[in-house]
């Protein structure tokens, strides 16, 4: 495969065909095209450089393996999760494997209603 210098190459062109990448990518994954942007700038940047990591947002600090664990210890399975998300229990598989991503706006309503579960039984208990 023959390269071409930074010169030749089509600033057009290249942004459509990055465009096209990244919404496969965002397809793929069941995900939004900003979310799909952040995962394939992490993963460039993590292979250029081995120590990169991006800060979280806003201080996030739930992970899908808290996901997981909180879905386990609270007796809800994946199809609870999927309604509550309206979306598919296999949306839900896929965003909690390891290459999946969940959606910022879906993350949010997540840990939203993990809360609300905690609080509900407090307020029970």
Known sequence: MQTRSAME???AEFSHRASIYLLGV???????????LKVILEAVAKRMMPSFELAPIQGRVVTKKDIKQ?????KKDRFWLAEKCLVSKKTIDDWLTS????PETKL??????????????????
């Open 99 to 102: 290459r999946g991503v969940i």
């Open 9 to 11: 190459i089509n600033p």
């Open 70 to 74: 909180w879905l386990k210890e609270n």
């Open 108 to 125: 949010q309503f997540i840990e939203q209603l993990m809360e609300k579960v905690a609080r509900e039984e407090v307020c029970h208990a």
């Open 26 to 36: 965002a397809s793929a994954y069941h995900t939004t095209p900003d979310e799909a």
